[in-house]
């Protein structure tokens, strides 16, 4: 919004040419997001707890868990109200790319916003009943992965469309899985709807500790918005043997905002925390990382870098798959980070020790732009 305004005046002075550059936009984007969200903080937090906003533990949550009821939920609110104002403000409105995270966003976060407004309202913790889960994420999921591919099969170059299709292997210069002979997308819609949802629900499940998923997400962000700006250019992608994927680069704006607005957040639900993200924050965040993830063609990597998520999903595919043909536990209790507090450690030592392994598979993740 703010670029179009900018261009404008640049043709009355050429000091405004400045805002142009990706870079400043995306500086310009952290900042914003982190200031709305440490400036209404404190006013969503009061506001929640006067609407009594409370979050509600599980009887299956360890015992210390207990002391964490009633705290406000629902602040993920703030983190994609952050995100929303500060990618409208500086990042190029006329980019598809940009408005179909957007889109995953807001609806990813409805149903999450739904599913835990039934959970306070109604004391229910089973929350959205899981067919109308199920059918608007797939909604979201679905649309983001027909629009992608409706955008690819507008490119003139058949190149640049397989580019925007194939599923690239990390750690080999030209090896890809190639969607794109498919007819009609439908492998590469599929991949996306599975990539989409899964990120968005491995999020959900990591969201159980003060600080745990936030931080992650800030440093996944991160590393995805590197991968965006040099997909988006292509002397970068040539050089480092990438897809280059056209429009991606303004999606470094989306990710420096998830930076910003992430932040903001740590600084209140850092342990003890004053408030929780909730399903509106983790399935939307989830989703949005998912959906730059596949735009850049980066699913494996981003896998690599999310690993704690993929960790704390499998463990609860593992002791749910394990409870009901074997009748026995893997964990001590799922998701993973349960099981390390039951083990005896403290739930700072859990959240630290997690932010050091995302740091570490993040730092791998962009090793693999040279390590091919």
């Not at 900018?6 to 050429?14: C, T």
């Not at 420096?256 to 925390?273: D, E, K, R, S």
Request: glycine content about 10%; charged content about 10%.
């Amino acid at each position: 919004m703010l670029l179009w305004l900018f261009e404008l005046l640049a043709n009355y002075h050429d000091s405004f040419q400045v805002f142009r550059y990706l870079t400043l936009r995306a500086l310009l984007s952290v900042l914003t997001a982190l200031g709305i969200g440490l400036l209404l903080g404190p006013v969503m937090i009061r506001k929640l707890r006067a609407l009594k906003y409370g979050q509600a533990v599980s009887s299956f949550a360890p015992e210390n868990h207990a002391a964490k009821m009633g705290t406000p939920t629902m602040g993920g609110v703030l983190i994609l109200m952050s995100i929303g104002i500060s990618t409208l403000l500086w990042a190029d409105l006329s980019n598809p790319y940009v408005w179909i995270v957007l889109g995953v966003m807001v609806i990813f976060g409805a149903v999450g916003w739904a599913d835990d407004w039934i959970k306070i309202r109604y004391k229910d913790n089973a929350g959205l009943p899981a067919r109308k889960k199920f059918f608007w994420t797939s909604v979201g999921s679905l649309g983001a992965g027909i629009g992608l591919y409706c955008i690819a099969q507008m490119q003139s170059d058949p190149v640049i469309t397989s580019n925007m299709l194939d599923l690239l292997v990390p750690f080999f210069k030209n090896l890809s899985i190639p969607f794109s002979v498919i007819p009609f997308g439908i492998a590469f819609i599929i991949f996306t709807y599975l990539v989409i949802n899964g990120a968005s629900n491995a999020v959900n499940l990591t969201d159980g500790l003060d600080g745990l998923a936030i931080m992650p997400i800030v440093l996944v962000a991160a590393g995805l918005g590197v991968f965006a700006y040099l997909a988006g250019d292509i002397r970068f992608a040539n050089y480092l043997h990438i897809p280059y994927v056209k429009y991606t680069s303004e999606l470094v704006v989306i990710c420096a905002a998830m930076i910003g607005a992430g932040l903001a957040f740590l600084w209140y639900n850092a342990h003890p925390a004053q408030v929780f993200m909730g399903d509106v924050g983790a399935l939307s965040l989830g989703a949005m990382l998912g959906t730059i993830a596949v735009m850049v063609r980066q699913e494996i990597v981003f896998a690599i870098m999310g690993g704690v998520f993929v960790m704390e999903a499998i463990s609860v595919f593992l002791q749910i798959g394990s409870l009901r043909m074997r009748n026995k536990r893997v964990f001590l209790m799922a998701p993973l980070h349960h099981h390390y507090e039951k083990q005896g450690w403290k739930e700072t030592q859990v959240v630290i020790r997690f932010w050091i392994i995302t740091i570490i598979l993040v730092v791998l993740g962009l090793m693999t732009l040279k390590l091919r």
